[in-house]
Structure formats: structure tokens, C-alpha cells
């Protein structure tokens, strides 16, 4: 069985940090895109950041300079480093994973696995 586990959400104050993790198990996912999204209230789900099987990036505009993604192949863990946080990123934040595909893709409906999401609370 799959799975992605997200953890390291919490509440801090605008301009603070936080490290996302997402531990996958139950199969490797070295040979695989990843991803993060995010959903706020009342809003629909939005592309943050993903990396490719060979680690390449790309970001929403909304948080390029300031989030960075990451991958530990041998710990099969993704993770997403957030700077400079504003109230505006506050959200519930889901990492993603494509089956068997390495390609760097922003549209939630091409990854395969969800994890259950943290949610991130940047208060102002």
C-alpha cells in the first residue's frame, strides 16, 4: 500500500520558517516526480513546487525566492523548505507523486498519490 505522510506544518508568525516532509512508503519513488500543493479555505488547490526524478525545479511565482524544494531518494522522503512566510501562504499542504512519470508537471489531476496534507498557519 502507498502512502505519503506530511509532517512539520504548524503556526508561525509572518517572516518565519518552516520545513515540510513527506515520507512515501510502500513503494520507491526515485524514478518519479513530486510535488507540493496547497489549499486555502474557500479556495481551490494550487501548484507550489515540484521536483523531477533527476531534480530539477519549478515553483509558483507566488513563492519562487523564498521556498525551496527538495528530495532524499534514499530516505524516499520530499521535502519543502518555506522562507519568508507571509499570511497568504497559509493553507493545508499536500506533497504528490506521479506513478512512474520523471517529468515535472503543475496540474494536480497528472499525480498519482496524495498525501492527507498539514496545514501551515502564518499569522501577521
Known amino acids: 500500500q502507498v502512502q505519503l505522510v506530511e509532517s512539520g506544518g504548524g503556526l508561525v508568525q509572518a517572516g518565519g520558517s518552516l520545513r515540510l516532509s513527506c515520507a512515501a512508503s510502500g513503494r520507491t519513488f526515485s524514478n518519479s516526480a513530486m510535488g507540493w500543493f496547497r489549499q486555502a479555505p474557500g479556495k481551490e488547490r494550487e501548484f507550489v513546487a515540484a521536483i523531477s526524478s533527476g531534480g530539477s525545479t519549478v515553483y509558483a511565482d507566488s513563492v519562487k525566492g523564498r521556498f525551496t524544494i527538495s528530495r532524499d531518494n534514499a530516505k524516499n522522503t520530499l521535502y519543502l523548505q518555506m522562507n519568508s512566510l507571509k499570511p497568504e501562504d497559509t493553507a493545508v499542504y499536500y506533497c504528490?507523486?506521479?506513478?512512474?512519470?520523471?517529468?515535472?508537471?503543475?496540474?494536480?489531476?497528472?499525480?498519482?498519490?496524495w498525501g492527507q496534507g498539514t496545514p501551515v498557519t502564518v499569522s501577521s
Open positions: 504528490a507523486a506521479r506513478r512512474s512519470r520523471g517529468t515535472i508537471v503543475r496540474t494536480a489531476g497528472e499525480y498519482d498519490y
